[in-house]
């Protein structure tokens, strides 16, 4: 009965490079959802992601991010060249599909990323 | 244009019964009143969730007023391992762009005292 899965749990880079994060949802959901918690503030939106497909994406900044959440295996956040500013907490929520209906998303541990 | 309204932070003495109030004056008819917690450098945490009738589980109880404008998450016997910060969420069921995402305020700091 294992949770919302995310690796890694801390991540270091360098300004300039790639930054991959990954996110196994629970077993039977297939909505997933990417949060970014900056220092001292609260939780973000950035991006909603069902199998294959990328529902809303408002809240990603509009350049070097970017999310995937393919047929198979893992959801994926992508950050490109990386910089300080990225420094933060990502966590990875899932839910069920209940289309119209109230549901609950659960969270994963989170990664935080490190940009040195 | 934030929807609720939480004090920055309450104190709670062990084994006391822990009452966070949430004021959401400008709920919409089909919106839902969600809480979750996040405990220190945690993912957050659902706690519980009701429309208009008063809810409990395992965790709390939730107490909806008649006119939705304000609720209470009840922690019955509250432990250390309760402190965290506690988020009381508005939101519409599923029902297209902007409506999947949690919108996360400052929320509720609780320390339990021992």
């Known amino acids: 009965n294992a949770g919302v899965m995310q690796n890694p749990r801390h991540l270091v880079r360098r300004r300039g490079q790639e930054a991959r994060l990954r996110c196994s949802p629970m077993k039977g959901h297939s909505h997933v959802y990417w949060y970014r918690q900056l220092p001292e503030e609260g939780l973000k939106f950035m991006v909603y992601?069902?199998?294959?497909?990328?529902?809303?994406e408002s809240g990603m900044p509009k350049e070097r991010f970017s999310a995937e959440f393919p047929k198979e295996g893992p959801s994926i956040l992508r950050i490109q060249q990386v910089v300080r500013g990225d420094s933060a907490a990502y966590f990875c929520?899932?839910?069920?599909?209940?289309?119209?209906?109230?549901?609950?998303?659960?969270f994963g541990p989170g990664t935080r990323l490190t940009v040195t | 244009d934030a929807k609720t309204t939480q004090p920055p932070s309450m104190d709670c003495a062990e084994g006391r019964a822990a009452n966070l109030p949430c004021n959401h004056s400008?709920?919409?008819?089909?919106?839902?009143v969600y809480w979750y917690r996040q405990i220190h450098s945690q993912g957050p945490q659902y706690i519980i969730h009701?429309?208009?009738n008063n809810e409990t589980n395992e965790m709390a109880s939730l107490i909806i007023t008649e006119d939705r404008k304000s609720s209470t998450l009840i922690l019955p016997h509250a432990t250390l391992r309760d402190t965290a910060v506690y988020y009381c969420i508005v939101r519409a069921p599923n029902s297209g762009a902007g409506s999947y995402q949690l919108t996360f305020g400052k929320g509720t700091k609780l320390s339990v005292i021992p």
């Open positions: 929520a899932s839910s069920p599909n209940l289309q119209g209906m109230s549901y609950e998303q659960y």
């Open positions: 992601l069902q199998k294959e497909n990328i529902i809303d």
């Open positions: 009701g429309l208009k």
């Open positions: 400008t709920i919409s008819g089909n919106e839902y």
